[in-house]
């Protein structure tokens, strides 16, 4: 094992080496996180809902002891396959133990984990391995038909390794097909993590691209660590060993956003959803897990609450839920709390930043607020969590005040903020600062709020109205079930909101009511010029609205008055 030392030396000009090394140099790496839960948190269990043969759900259940033997076997196996320091391993994997494994063997040995989002159009899944020059390609069965289709076109592909035991292995034409189970029953757990600098790559993550092609964010064993301290903090996630954390968010999606790094650190539980996320089988696993915290998009959440609230069901465990991605409508904070005694923390994030910067617990001053100021505050998107700094800047780069109205570009700066994407000579940075392309207020306490993405700001009048308010409203009236508030042409304005509607099954109501519903909750300037039905509303793979389709798709409505 090889001594490490800090490379860094700049950062301590004139400063005399002996005075500087006063501390040991340990690499911050990630097969720390799985080294210490087998270390200290041996038994605790790693639970899996795996669908393999026929469609039959089957939970599978060891222990950080076992996961670290055969992440392990996996690094082994890895070195057998010719994989080296710095290759790229991709992965098209719902969340379970194989995954988690791949997580650790692949980036514990010094290659690069390279989690690919199967809801990517196919032709965006071909490019961005092709763009990754990935190597090796870790499959769940689920995907081995569209890996099939695709092969043809993956140039750089040696080898594609289905996440199952031989007796499941599917016919499939594809060169090289391999068995996850025969790979790592060949192999000896025997296996010490090495060390190297803490800044090589670890992982990578393209961003859903709605406009242009999707582009890599490459992260660091350093960047990962050091978001994996900050988000398991109190007025963050808040993990503590005697939490049982169900990630529904994807481990395709920002790495379930650094959950299979905290959970470790912390000594959790972990069930791993597998690919069934309707409310009836997350349901069922909440209460047979004894889940206690999750995570996950709101339309994930929108099914299991519908479902419950259908079947008149309550959590007995399920305490506190991470909701972010999107903005969480306050009428969904109000229902977890109200009707089922969850707490929502709303988060936000973004691929370009491991993904976490901000998070929202109320202090102790908001604890005397009646429900109705409480969810105010509940409805932004938190404080930055340590470690992250934001602000937000006019057009010239001018920080704006934190007063809770003005609102500008938002940026980010942190050690686990993007600097560079894979491949691209040009710094995305602006003085140091990521523009993340929110629009957003910070008020006097630091709470940030989202008003917008920047491209999807209705602009009216030189005025601008934030599209993400108007939604929240909509989404608080009984019969809407999904909205999304568009920008449309008008002749006198530049652009009136349009507020497009998905009705809940079964119940009757029509635009001037929904319209009438924004009477005294915001100006009247604001309220949306016509309301719109639609059977459904078109999603990004990661549950977004996909407001480009949905302006492509209205682009020749006439409003009333235009
Ligand atoms: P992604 O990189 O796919 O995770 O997308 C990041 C983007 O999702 C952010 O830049 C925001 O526009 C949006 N987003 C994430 N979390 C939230 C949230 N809590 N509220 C509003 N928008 C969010």
């Not at 289905?162 to 790592?184: G, Q, S, W």
């Not at 192999?187 to 691209?209: A, K, M, N, Q, R």
């Not at 993990?239 to 999606?253: E, K």
Request: aromatic share 10%.
């Amino acid at each position: 094992m090889s001594a490490y030392k800090s490379s860094d030396a700049s950062l301590n000009p004139g400063i005399d080496a002996s005075t500087r090394a006063g501390m040991m140099q340990r690499p911050l790496l990630i097969s720390s996180l799985i080294e210490h839960a087998a270390k200290n948190f041996g038994d605790t269990e790693i639970v899996s809902r795996i669908v393999e043969g026929n469609g039959i759900s089957v939970t599978h259940r060891y222990t950080y002891r076992d996961a670290n033997r055969r992440a392990k076997k996996l690094a082994n196996a890895l070195k057998h396959l010719g994989v080296t320091k710095g290759d790229r391993i991709a992965t098209l994997a719902w969340n379970g133990y194989r995954h988690f494994e791949i997580y650790y063997g692949v980036s514990g040995m010094g290659a690069i984990t390279h989690t690919v989002n199967p809801r990517l159009f196919p032709e965006q899944i071909a490019y961005i391995i092709n763009h990754a020059e990935d190597t090796f390609l870790f499959v769940d069965l689920t995907f081995v038909p569209l890996i099939e289709t695709l092969m043809p076109g993956l140039e750089s592909i040696k080898g594609v390794v289905v996440m199952t035991d031989r007796a499941h292995m599917p016919f499939a034409k594809i060169p090289n097909l391999l068995c996850y189970e025969d790979l790592l029953a060949a192999e000896v757990d025997d296996f010490e993590w090495p060390l190297f600098d803490e800044s090589t790559p670890s992982g990578l993550c393209y961003t859903s691209g709605t406009t242009g092609n999707p582009k890599g964010v490459v992260y660091t064993h350093r960047s990962t660590i050091c978001h994996t301290y900050a988000a398991m903090s109190p007025d963050a996630f808040c993990l503590d060993s005697r939490q049982v954390v169900l990630p529904v968010v994807p481990m395709f999606h920002v790495n379930a956003w650094g959950t299979p790094f905290m959970c470790p650190a912390a000594g959790c539980k972990i069930v791993f959803p597998g690919a069934a996320l309707d409310g009836a089988s997350l349901y069922q696993l909440f209460e047979q897990e004894g889940v206690t915290l999750s995570a996950g998009v709101p339309t994930v959440w929108l099914g299991l609450l519908n479902y419950m609230k259908t079947h008149h069901l309550k959590f007995s465990t399920f305490k506190e839920t991470v909701v972010g991605g999107s903005a969480c409508p306050p009428a969904m904070i109000e229902s977890f709390e109200r009707d089922f005694d969850v707490t929502v923390i709303h988060a936000w994030g973004m691929t370009e930043l491991s993904p976490l910067g901000s998070m929202n617990r109320l202090r102790t001053k908001h604890l005397q607020l009646s429900i109705g100021e409480q969810l105010a505050i509940k409805a932004k998107q938190g404080t930055p969590i340590f470690g992250l700094e934001l602000e937000i800047m006019n057009a010239d780069g001018k920080p704006l005040p934190h007063d809770g109205l003005a609102f500008g570009d938002l940026m980010a700066r942190g050690p686990w903020v993007v600097e560079h994407y894979f491949k691209e000579e040009m710094s995305p940075l602006r003085d140091g600062w990521f523009p993340t392309g929110d629009v957003a207020t910070i008020d006097a306490d630091g709470y940030m709020q989202i008003t917008d993405r920047s491209k999807d700001v209705i602009k009216s009048g030189g005025e601008w109205i934030s599209s993400i308010e108007l939604e929240n409203i909509a989404m608080a009236h009984p019969a809407v079930l999904e909205a999304a508030v568009i920008g449309v042409a008008h002749p006198k304005w530049d652009e009136r909101p349009l507020l497009v509607v998905v009705k809940k099954p079964g119940v009757t109501v029509d635009a001037e009511e929904l319209l009438n519903f924004y009477d005294g909750k915001i100006a009247k300037w604001m309220r949306p010029d016509a309301a719109a039905f639609v059977l459904q509303l078109p999603h990004t793979a990661t549950g977004k609205l996909l407001k480009t389709k949905l302006r492509e798709d209205f682009k020749s409505y006439k409003l009333p008055d235009a």
